[in-house]
């Protein structure tokens, strides 16, 4: 069954860049898309389409996928980014989640 | 306003079973694919099952096929889960969603969830 493999946790300064990566087979030849989930909170779509953000999204969210890895990528890191955050991507009429990154704003 | 509310969850007794329910409003729900997604306490978020806008084609995870049914009311905007032969591994929150189905799949809102608990 196909897989998303996400890093457990990464860390990143305030006003700093943060990427958070999702692997899978060929990823890049399906879309990609993320979710950011704060605690105690339900999950809010926040890049769609590998790169493409939903109204209300800020700018400085950002995604790109090719060969085996998709990223989300946060410019200017803030405090209120400090989440776990989930990819997922389509595999035979399955939707597949990666396990999730919980990103520390320190 | 798009807002899904989900209902029914609780403590069920491994082998019970349980029917969760999903008010849905802000939108035209016919014209809409719907999910249910759950989250095991601190673990992470997983696909349980798709419905297509008429309840035509329907779609699970392997671990709840032949216990799991969804199903949906168009009249009454209402989205549908019949959980049966409950096991403690299904317990979680149980989200409902709405789905963007075609081209670039994702789940574009989402309710509060609803806790299911299944222990003796």
């Known amino acids: 069954s196909y897989e998303l493999t996400q890093p457990p946790s990464v860390s990143v300064s305030p006003g700093q860049t943060a990427s958070i990566t999702c692997s899978g087979d060929?990823?890049?030849?399906?879309?990609a898309c993320w979710y950011q989930q704060r605690p105690g909170q339900s999950p809010v779509l926040v890049m769609y389409?590998?790169?493409k953000r939903p109204s209300g999204i800020p700018e400085r969210f950002s995604g790109s996928n090719s060969g085996n890895t998709a990223t989300l990528t946060i410019s200017g890191t803030q405090a209120m980014d400090e989440a776990d955050y989930y990819c997922q991507a389509w595999d035979s009429n399955n939707v597949i989640f990666g396990g999730g990154t919980r990103l520390t704003v320190l | 306003e798009v807002q899904l509310v989900e209902s029914g969850g609780g403590l069920v007794q491994p082998g019970g079973s349980l029917r969760l329910s999903c008010a849905a409003s802000g939108f035209n729900f016919g014209s809409y694919w719907m999910s249910w997604v759950r989250q095991a306490p601190g673990k992470g978020l997983k696909w349980v099952a798709n419905i297509k806008e008429d309840g035509s084609q329907k779609y699970y995870m392997e671990s709840v096929k032949g216990r799991f049914t969804v199903s949906r009311d168009n009249a009454k905007n209402s989205l549908f889960l019949q959980m049966n032969s409950l096991r403690a591994e299904d317990t979680a929150v149980y989200y409902c969603?709405?789905?963007?189905?075609?081209?670039?799949?994702?789940?574009?809102?989402w309710g509060q969830g609803t806790l299911v608990t299944v222990s003796s």
């Open positions: 060929k990823l890049g030849d399906k879309y």
């Open positions: 969603a709405r789905l963007y189905f075609y081209g670039s799949a994702r789940f574009e809102y």
């Open positions: 389409q590998d790169n």
